[in-house]
């Protein structure tokens, strides 16, 4: 990442337990990151590991804060449960998703589909679907 001509957005999906390490291990690493922006926390729901702790936070907290305190460029910004258990795709996003017609789509299609499957939830939330409850998201994401 210190050789990019463009500024880098780093961004986490999980536990931060290997980010504090670097942080930790290299303190001017944060500020070569242009953005950060983690999965984790919450701020007006409970938590889905505790019942005030998000499960990224909650795997490892003393990481949690290490990272967030480091000197990054900007204030991390940190995506909690508050959106990503309201940002669900509806059946008919789900569809354009599966059409691969534009490389936003494309990408959104291929990590969660196994060659030649179609992109369909395995779990609904009302009448709008998450991507994380796709049954391939284990493939995907190892260990989350």
Known sequence: MAGSPEPVTLVTMGPLTDIAHRVTADP??????????????????????????????????????????????????????DVTHVGTFTDEEFALVAERRTPAARYLAEPWTPTGASVTPSASRGSARSPTCWPTWPRCCPGS
Do not use: F, Y
């Open 28 to 81: 001017g690493w944060a500020a070569r990151i242009d953005r950060l922006v983690t999965r984790g926390g919450s701020v007006n729901m409970p938590g889905n590991a505790e019942p005030g702790a998000e499960a990224n936070i909650a795997h490892d907290p003393a990481a949690a804060a290490a990272v967030v305190h480091a000197e990054w460029l900007r204030p991390p910004l940190m995506v909690g449960l």
